[in-house]
């Protein structure tokens, strides 16, 4: 893990210029507004993303269109060079959330993520894998009916999953972070099993 004290928008920009370092396939993206920046970010670099294969982290169900991550990227998403729709692999609207995953893991690589961006929930969730969230089916996904916040349903990957990633971007900003943020470096965090990760760079404007 490197930890790097950096501001907001700093952060976003060497976000997106991660891409022309890592010249990925498949990459994860948070939701949130950390993803939607960052999103926003990557039309300001030289990058075609024709052949690039987009995932979410999680997905809010049982909600409006306007509250599901899908909807609040996808309309940055389509304004990149060369961006293809039919390369979005989104988490299905499904009662059953066993059915929400069942197409996109057909796009999966089998060698896991180029690239995963994550944001740090202020009670220490990361993309909708929360404290109460119980492992699926398929072991790479999750899913609570209990988040902490509305909308309530969040289906997930797995963090033990995305921490392969052959590269991991965490962004924590905000002073509203901090104790969730010392929690997960000291190890008394939901997730900090991944600060023992080397692709895992934690931007934020925390001392930590």
Do not use: W
């Amino acid at each position: 893990m490197e930890i790097i004290n950096i501001d907001f928008k700093e952060a976003v920009i060497q976000s997106a210029h991660l891409f022309e370092d890592v010249l990925p396939q498949q990459v994860c993206l948070t939701g949130g507004n950390f993803g939607l920046q960052l999103v926003k970010g990557l039309k300001k670099i030289n990058y075609n993303f024709s052949s690039v294969d987009f995932f979410l982290t999680d997905e809010r169900l049982h909600c409006s269109k306007n509250d599901q991550n899908l909807n609040l990227l996808m309309r940055e998403l389509e304004k990149l060079k060369n961006f293809q729709v039919n390369n979005f692999h989104a988490f299905q609207q499904t009662e059953n959330p066993e059915s929400s995953y069942k197409e996109l893991v057909k796009k999966i690589s089998p060698s896991f993520f180029d690239v995963t961006i994550l944001s740090l929930g202020d009670d220490g969730h990361l993309a909708g894998h929360f404290a109460n969230s119980h492992p699926l089916e398929d072991k790479r996904f999750c899913y609570t009916s209990d988040a902490k916040k509305a909308p309530n349903s969040r289906i997930s990957f797995n963090l033990d999953f995305l921490i392969k990633s052959k590269q991991v971007v965490l962004a924590i900003f905000g002073e509203e972070k901090k104790n969730a943020a010392q929690d997960l470096i000291n190890g008394q965090g939901i997730h900090s099993s991944i600060c023992k990760s080397p692709t895992l760079k934690v931007f934020t404007d925390i001392n930590l």
